[in-house]
């Protein structure tokens, strides 16, 4: 295929050939014999971007779940309200995601059971470690909940589910996702790839990816995270990624033994990625990896609190950051109701570590962010919380830094970038526009992936 009359980001304007790969870019190329081509118009084209960090199938049940997001900032009576009025279209079952309980006390199932009694409700809180479920949903349960599930003072359970995803997974029955829906969505963004950031992730996920790559209901090439036993043989599409690290600070593991698992994955050439959301995960992470010492290509997922110290530290580690700017845009108010001063200038930072040299990228965190990457770009760019204020303009960044955020290879987000160039996978993206910026969110007109084009604006584009 041909596409003539493309732009760059520096505004020169070229054509491309390509099969699945990339075969030729220059000022003009003539359609071959038979080629299928199109005039861009001017148009910019980019690699496709990457999300270095999500949880694809969770994202794919998100799209069908009721979002609590907004209410959850009002009282709880509003979001009451706001479940019983999605009921209708949920008569099997309401799975609502986004929940926050803000000022006042957590759901539990007897606070759901005004909703309904009889329809199974389970309610995400919007940090993922926490199910609320209502006495229907408790009841499809196909085993008797461990002891470790929460209990009140009489012996009974709460319906609150914290940190048991695996064994909810196991025993309460839901069919797959509507996976191809979602990839279209992540398409119609202009990404051809994204890092599944799922901690549990091992090679039975890895073979259902696979799976779902083949029949064609999965476009994205991904790389995948998991657990210290993920092993399995990468293709072009499904590649093995780092060990991910789940750390939580009322439960941190025992430093010796973390260190030996670092030095373990370390002997596989294999990297490890820390999820850390306060200043003491971080620290605790770092002081493995100083310990142990660290390659390249070990990374700190979220980074939502970083002091200075910090900073250095991971400088001098030489790792990278994946972080995510979208919540300043979405949580940005609550961070300033509940953060001092001070710490607020440690939240969610970019511009500090990309001054400082530490190779930097961003992510959705989808589905407890937007998984529409623009929208990241642009809460990078101006830091804006929901209600309009900046949150630490020191640490923004401009509209092409927060496209690079995008662009970095998967293997080592940040460091190294990718290009349009000839050899390169036929992975990207068209826009609408003729050039790049953030005051309005940039229009994909189309995105291919393996040379294939994966979604289109505009169905009669092609010659």
Not at 142 to 160: F, H, I, K, M
Not at 366 to 371: H, M
Request: one cysteine or more; charged letters at 20%.
């Amino acid at each position: 295929m041909l596409i003539r009359n493309l732009s760059s980001l520096d505004g020169t304007r070229f054509d491309m050939r390509f099969e699945q790969r990339i075969q030729a870019i220059a000022p003009t190329l003539e359609p071959q014999t038979n080629e299928s081509w199109f005039d861009a118009a001017g148009r910019l084209a980019l690699p496709g971007l990457h999300d270095h960090h999500c949880h694809f199938l969770a994202y794919a049940a998100s799209l069908a779940s009721v979002d609590c997001a907004g209410a959850a900032h009002e009282q709880q009576a509003a979001l009451l309200d706001h479940l019983h009025a999605a009921l209708p279209k949920h008569p099997g079952g309401l799975r609502a995601i986004g929940y926050h309980e803000g000022s006042e006390s957590l759901l539990d199932r007897h606070i759901l059971n005004r909703v309904s009694a009889e329809v199974p409700i389970r309610v995400q809180h919007r940090t993922g470690r926490l199910w609320i479920y209502n006495d229907a949903a408790i009841a499809q349960l196909e085993q008797r909940p461990p002891d470790s599930a929460e209990r009140d003072d009489r012996g009974e359970l709460t319906g609150r589910f914290f940190h048991m995803d695996d064994w909810l997974r196991e025993h309460f029955p839901k069919p797959l996702p509507d996976v191809a829906h979602a990839s279209q969505k992540l398409a119609a963004y202009g990404i051809t790839g994204l890092t599944d950031a799922g901690p549990d992730n091992d090679n039975g996920t890895a073979a259902l990816f696979q799976d779902l790559q083949e029949e064609g209901r999965l476009s994205q090439r991904i790389t995948l995270m998991g657990c210290a036993d993920l092993q399995f043989t990468s293709t072009d599409f499904l590649r093995q990624g780092p060990c991910k690290i789940y750390l939580k600070e009322s439960a941190l593991p025992d430093l010796e033994g973390l260190c030996a698992l670092i030095a373990q994955q370390h002997q596989r050439q294999r990297a490890v990625a820390f999820h850390c959301v306060t200043a003491a995960e971080l620290h605790f992470a770092l002081a493995a990896l100083t310990d142990v010492g660290a390659l390249p290509t070990d990374r700190i997922e979220h980074a939502s609190l970083c002091d200075d110290d910090a900073l250095a530290i991971i400088k001098d580690l030489g790792i990278s950051v994946v972080s995510q700017p979208i919540f300043i845009a979405e949580r940005g108010d609550r961070y300033r109701a509940s953060f001092s001063d001070d710490d607020q200038q440690l939240l969610y930072r970019a511009r500090s570590f990309l001054d400082s040299g530490i190779p930097f990228a961003a992510s959705s965190d989808a589905p407890f962010g937007n998984a529409n990457p623009w929208q990241c770009m642009r809460a990078a760019a101006y830091r804006k919380t929901p209600s309009g204020i900046t949150l630490n303009a020191a640490e923004s960044l401009t509209p092409d830094m927060a496209l690079q955020m995008y662009l970095g290879e998967p293997s080592d987000p940040g460091r190294c970038q990718r290009q349009l160039g000839p050899g390169e996978a036929a992975d990207f993206v068209v826009l609408s526009q003729r050039s790049f910026g953030l005051d309005t969110l940039p229009e994909v007109f189309q995105t291919y992936i393996d040379g294939h084009c994966v979604f289109t604006s505009d169905n009669d584009s092609v010659i």
